[in-house]
């Protein structure tokens, strides 16, 4: 790293970098992982990032890093930020160029012996409903006037379109359209590479898995979820396509200048950012809850489309699918928070990171509450996934957060070189998994040993008091980008 920076535990999952004044910290930077987990990211800038956060004006308690922390645009992925709502700012590198970036679990109700004979078939048609690939597009047609709905409403127009059920939304982070969006912030350039993309998965990390349910940690937990052992569920993992990435774009392009014009100087040009209470910063939040969105309907038109490949491939009088859950991991929203300073609104930027709010938080579905908010963790494509809930102890420890995923150990470009597609695929059929792609760097990119350890991210965030386990699921067929 171009700068030493100590780490000093504070317990067997908390490492702190301390706040220094000559560089600028105004928080210390905090890191939930452990030995294994920071060796891996020991040659990686994004502890550097942790302290680059903890700078920028406006910044309550820390700058968190999650368990599966790795390199990102301006913050690291895998960071959480709080920001004062009158003295703090808005950082689009804080949320990520895939506005709401998040992942949905479907409950199918099937056993894995019914579906194993048909996964083949099942894997090839979820491919053919769900098209995937870079600038994925044959989604849902949309014109203006529907995409401003899409923009404003989320889930609900495709519900209201009959592309989906009305107990889809309530098992939905915000019920699947965040507050405050505005499509006249929306650039025309953001909307033209959106408008064709709706119930698409696009490439990277993206993807539709069909999974087992293999273990349960808390059958209550489970019972609420809707979640048995041995019976299939789908988890998709997908954001807000071209438009949201234009919208970061537009706006980091149109805050570096008024950065400029101000004399403003930041530590690293990709925190750039704008007051909280300014036009630009306003108008981003306005634009990104467009965004986030637009992320939302898109979920909701890759499930209808997985609806429709398990009735075209089982026929018959099918069980229904039911949503789970869904949660975002690129997303700033304003917040209520207890803080040393007594209760704050406070604008939480959660990059990589997702919500984990305990039992009793108002903003947990009704159907979960006494079980605290699910939080969704896919591993790669060869390891297992998990549902986890939050916990009280989340709130005072990082403002009601925790990890996203396994997190990438290798870049893409480096997973690319030490991996090829049919020593992957091989190995994954062996152990009796489907993988359909549309390239086969879909495949090399996203190897499961590009991955950190899945189990030891979850058990960090455990052990941190972030989560606890619900369940653990483990793939059998993929679809990846």
């Not at 690291?76 to 689009?92: I, K």
């Not at 990390?205 to 609420?224: T, W």
């Not at 569920?233 to 997908?238: D, E, R």
Request: charged share 25%.
């Amino acid at each position: 790293m171009p700068r030493a920076l100590a780490l000093v535990p504070r317990d067997e999952f908390t490492f702190d970098i301390e706040p220094d004044p000559a560089f600028g910290m105004r928080v210390p930077g905090r890191i939930f992982s452990d030995a294994a987990l920071l060796g891996d990211i020991a040659q990686d800038p994004s502890l550097e990032q942790v302290a680059n956060v903890a700078t920028l004006p406006g910044i309550v308690g820390h700058s968190f890093a999650m368990p599966d922390i790795h390199f990102g645009y301006g913050f690291p992925v895998g960071g959480v930020a709080a920001f004062d709502l009158e003295e703090g700012v808005v950082s689009p590198g804080g949320i990520g160029y895939d506005i709401n970036c998040g992942v949905r679990l479907l409950a199918t109700h099937r056993r894995e012996e019914e579906i194993r004979p048909k996964l083949p078939e099942l894997v090839e048609a979820l491919y053919r409903a769900v098209p995937s690939g870079v600038g994925a597009k044959g989604g849902v047609a949309l014109s203006p006037d529907d995409l401003d709905r899409v923009l404003t409403m989320g889930a609900r127009w495709m519900v209201e379109e009959g592309r989906g059920l009305p107990a889809d939304l309530p098992v939905q982070e915000e019920e699947g359209a965040l507050a405050g969006a505005d499509p006249g912030r929306v650039s025309p350039l953001a909307r033209k590479r959106g408008q064709r993309q709706l119930g698409t998965i696009g490439s990277g990390n993206h993807f539709l898995e069909v999974q087992k349910v293999d273990e349960l940690f808390d059958p209550a937990g489970a019972r609420a979820l809707g979640l048995v052992s041995g019976e299939v569920v789908v988890m998709l993992h997908t954001g807000s396509r071209g438009l949201g990435h234009q919208i970061a774009t537009d706006f980091i392009q149109r805050m570096d200048a008024s950065l400029v014009r101000r004399g403003v100087r930041l530590i690293d040009r990709q925190l750039s950012c704008a007051p909280i209470d300014s036009d630009e910063g306003r108008e981003y939040l306005a634009a990104m809850a467009a965004g986030a969105n637009f992320a939302w309907a898109n979920r909701q038109a890759i499930t209808d489309g997985v609806r429709r490949a398990f009735s075209a491939t089982f026929g018959g009088e099918a069980p229904s699918i039911d949503v789970v859950y869904d949660i975002a991991h690129n997303i700033a929203k304003t917040e209520e928070h207890r803080t040393p300073d007594g209760v704050r609104r406070l604008l939480i930027h959660r990059k990589g990171a997702t919500r984990a709010f305990p039992p009793g938080r108002a903003e947990v579905p009704a159907p979960y509450r006494d079980h605290g908010q699910p939080v969704l963790i896919p591993g790669d494509m060869g390891t297992a996934s998990y549902v986890l809930s939050g916990l009280a102890s989340s709130m005072e420890r990082s403002f009601g957060s925790s990890c996203h995923g396994a997190g990438r150990r290798l870049s893409r470009h480096a997973a690319a070189r030490a991996f090829q597609y049919d020593s992957v695929t091989h190995a994954l059929r062996g152990r009796g998994i489907v993988v359909r792609s549309a390239t086969r760097e879909g495949v090399t990119e996203e190897a499961p040993g590009a991955y950190k350890n899945v189990d030891e991210v979850v058990r960090v965030a455990e052990g941190a008091g972030l989560t606890r386990r619900v369940a653990r699921l483990l793939p059998m067929g993929v679809v990846k980008g």
